[in-house]
């Protein structure tokens, strides 16, 4: 269930998602939280990678998506969520998707699955830096999507940015996307301001355990 990728980096294969869990110099930190179904197999797979629910300090989220953010509610902590500035307001229940929009419009059907957590959300904007890892703003995939950089750990967390298909990166698709044009200028963005890492986590597919940072510049000069 956990996988090791590297010294403290751990991936949790969630079956249809992927979550992560990284020791960040001692703070504990989850990427991402699969569906509301997804809470058990989360708490297994941090303590298969040694620690409890209990331990983690904070949870980085990619971006607001049914199977990003589900299990946020089920888990027995009360670490504070970090999300982009657009997601984090329909996260907490404040704002909800854009139905004009056919990527909102299928967040509006599949929201009424997802419970917003208890835990304090903190909003991130493009430049921020929680702990080693430094925010990347990249929508596209949704209007807040934020990429997680860690220079020190070498591990780039993209969420649905991207997605791994036969080996390759591959940009997030039209039909779940809020805008195919953004993702494209936010993965070339990325790849030009990126700091050079190793590990590549993606929302979808297997991760990378080594030339990230090379991985994600080919996907850039592909499109």
């Known amino acids: 269930m956990a996988t ?6 751990w991936w949790f294969d969630l079956g249809n998602v992927n979550s992560f869990l990284a020791d960040d110099d001692g703070d504990l930190t989850l990427i991402d939280a699969g569906t509301p179904f997804d809470s058990g197999d989360i708490a297994r797979g941090v303590s298969e990678a040694g620690y409890s629910v209990d331990d983690i300090d904070r949870v980085l989220l990619t971006h607001y998506d049914f199977d990003h953010v589900g299990a946020l509610a089920r888990l027995p902590f009360e670490a504070p969520v970090f999300a982009g500035k657009a997601d984090a307001p329909i996260l907490s229940g404040s704002e909800t998707p854009d139905w004009r929009n056919h ?3 299928l ?3 599949v929201g009424s699955l997802v419970s917003a957590p208890e835990s304090e959300i903190r909003s991130v904007e493009d430049g921020d830096e929680i702990g080693s890892f430094t925010a990347y703003s990249t929508p596209g995939h949704s209007p807040g999507h934020i990429a997680y950089i860690s220079e020190p750990l070498g591990v780039a967390f993209l969420g649905d940015l991207v997605m791994e298909s036969h080996g390759e990166l591959k940009p997030s698709s039209w039909a779940m996307s809020y805008d195919t044009d953004d993702v494209r200028d936010s993965i070339v963005s990325l790849a030009e301001r990126a700091p050079d890492f190793e590990v590549v986590g993606m929302g979808h597919g297997v991760p990378f355990v080594r030339d990230g940072s090379a991985r994600l510049q080919e996907l850039a000069e592909r499109l």
Do not use: I, N, P, T
Not at 4 to 9: F, I, K, P, S, T
């Open 4 to 9: 090791e990728l590297a010294d403290g980096l």
């Open 103 to 105: 990527k909102g419009a």
């Open 107 to 109: 967040q509006r059907v």
